[in-house]
């Protein structure tokens, strides 16, 4: 049977996290669907019809959808589950949103979080902050899932020839309304989508020198920015800048942790990162514990002297 | 306005536990157990509310083994009413703790449920979304700030590109995150206070209840560990390692 994934997406343009959770359904079946919910979607649903190894795009259009409220959207999944063996989502702040509230309807399980599809039943996630690996096996009849984006490279995102397919909302109750929403505005890429990663922690002391110092290293590197949750706390940087087990869990290529000690749950957002750079006064700082590269040294000497060195 | 909250006992959030040799899980026997983070700034938002006025009652549950009821305790002592438990040793999944949680739920007609986003031993995060669905109420995931006037919940949401605010109808169920409150220190006589309140035990059968696991957990492992990383003398050999070595900038 096929598998059914739920993009992610601003009506406009489709979050590359889609990509990933497509990688993660063509290992659970070779026939995979995307649906796009949404008001006036039509932008990322030919966005998504281009995915490779794609087969079909279902769009379902309502100004209920808009904002990718949990009540209509489960709706809609609902709607059109019937048929598919598997459902995935990203485990994104969106879809892990959502996905519960479509597995309880249908009174099954749901895998958060997978890394790994070991067959088309069982799949591995991490548990305990990622302190321990479960092989857990599913023997229910739909698999509801949550795909961990760092586990599974990303599909291309084009050269695909999916078809697009219309279908009518299903009515909603209507019981929960968007109000708002405050997005922190960046030229910087995105968090969960860089190659590099500069992060800072409470070392840094404030927010001034976290713009002051973090900033202009990311720039130099073209870095995405992060921190841990003991400097979001502090107030230096919004709760989106977070990494760890309760934030974003990230992989670059690179990751600075600039004074950051390294608790278990900062370590669980960022240690499967292929380089991973740590500068910290303290050489018994956690950090160093996964670092590729330790330097122990005063990061307000170190990371101006590491931008100048970068220029 | 009745406010009911659920709790987890979990493994410290200090402790770094250990894979069992014979890779059926972890080992937890002897590591200290407490209140699930998220559960505790959930109570905490709970108590808030009723201290000022607006909630007239908060009832704090749990599911699990006897020795859950300490959590329920710290629960009480941060300022509950009082406690249920729903008491197995059976293997607890999500959906069996949601189905769970909407039977009390029924029963003590709870105007709002407030439950931690996630629970930091399976980090599932999905009880909350699951009860929600099972009750056909609206949800808030990943709060960071409550405010409850007529009869609507607004709610800040914790999103990815930043913060989100939605307005839901009550009942609801609003799960926490980090930012919604600090919980406050329980001080001792507020332990004694809360040894007196009511802690009512049943079973999952009295509720009528399916609680069996629809996973299996073939086998628990060990993540790949990171091989030992050098620690350089200076920002030049830093940079030097980077562009040569791990040729990553």
């Known amino acids: 049977m096929a598998a059914l994934v739920i993009a992610e997406h601003d009506n406009q343009s489709l979050k590359v996290a889609t990509l990933n959770a497509v990688a993660a359904a063509l290992q659970c079946s070779p026939e995979v669907d995307i649906l796009v919910a949404g008001s006036g979607a039509d932008a990322a649903t030919g966005v998504a019809a281009q995915i490779a190894g794609v087969r079909k795009v279902i769009q379902i259009d309502a100004p209920a959808l808009a904002d990718q409220l949990a009540e209509p959207l489960a709706v809609q999944i609902l709607s059109i589950a019937r048929g598919y063996s598997h459902l995935l989502a990203p485990a994104t702040a969106s879809g892990k949103n959502v996905m519960p509230r479509v597995a309880a309807q249908l009174d099954v399980a749901q895998l958060s979080d997978i890394t790994k599809v070991v067959s088309a039943d069982t799949f591995e996630r991490p548990i305990y902050a990622g302190n321990a690996i479960a092989t857990v096996q599913s023997g229910d009849p739909v698999k509801v899932i949550t795909v961990r984006t760092t586990g599974f490279d990303p599909v291309a995102a084009t050269g695909g020839t999916a078809v697009i397919e219309k279908q009518a909302a299903a009515e909603s109750a209507g019981k929960s309304a968007f109000v708002g929403r405050e997005l922190t505005k960046s030229d910087r890429p995105e968090l969960t989508a860089a190659k590099i990663i500069v992060s800072g922690g409470r070392g840094l002391g404030s927010g001034e020198k976290y713009q002051e110092l973090i900033a202009p290293l990311a720039d130099q590197l073209g870095a995405a920015l992060g921190a841990s949750r003991a400097a979001v706390d502090a107030g230096y940087v919004s709760n989106d800048y977070q990494v760890g087990q309760t934030g974003k869990i990230v992989a670059p290529q690179l990751y600075v942790a600039v004074g950051i000690s390294g608790a278990i749950q900062h370590l669980a957002g960022m240690k499967d990162s292929k380089v991973i750079v740590a500068i910290n006064k303290d050489p018994e700082a956690p950090i160093f514990s996964v670092a590729d590269y330790g330097l122990v040294a005063d990061l307000f000497t170190a990371v101006p002297e590491l931008t100048k060195a970068l220029g | ?249």
């Open chain 2, 1 to 249: 306005m009745k406010i009911l909250v659920a709790v987890k006992r979990v493994v410290d959030y200090n402790v770094k536990v250990c894979v069992k040799s014979d890779n059926t899980g972890v080992d937890i026997a002897n590591v200290k157990m407490s209140m699930n983070p998220f559960d505790e700034i959930a109570v905490e938002e709970a108590v808030r509310l009723k201290e000022a006025g607006i909630a007239t009652e908060v009832v704090v549950v749990t599911a699990g083994v006897t020795q859950c009821q300490e959590t329920l305790r710290t629960a009480l002592a941060i300022g509950a009413d009082r406690a249920i438990l729903v008491e197995t040793d059976a293997e607890l999944q999500p959906l069996a703790v949601a189905k769970i949680l909407k039977a009390l739920s029924d029963k003590e007609n709870a105007q709002m449920i407030i439950l931690g986003k996630q629970a930091i031993d399976d980090d599932s995060n999905q009880t909350g979304q699951m009860l929600a669905s099972l009750l056909d109420i609206p949800q808030a995931t990943f709060a960071s700030k409550v405010v409850i006037a007529d009869g609507k919940a607004t709610v800040t949401r914790e999103v990815d590109g930043g913060l989100e605010t939605i307005a839901l109808s009550l009942p609801a169920v609003i799960t926490t995150d980090l930012r919604l409150n600090e919980p406050r220190y329980v001080t001792l006589p507020n332990i004694m206070k809360a040894k007196k309140k009511t802690l009512e035990i049943v079973k999952p059968d009295e509720l009528g209840v399916d609680i069996a696991p629809r996973l299996k957990t073939l086998k628990v492992e060990e993540p790949p560990k990171r091989s030992a990383g050098v620690m350089v003398a200076d920002v030049a050999a830093l940079v030097e390692k980077l562009k040569n070595e791990a040729k990553v900038i």
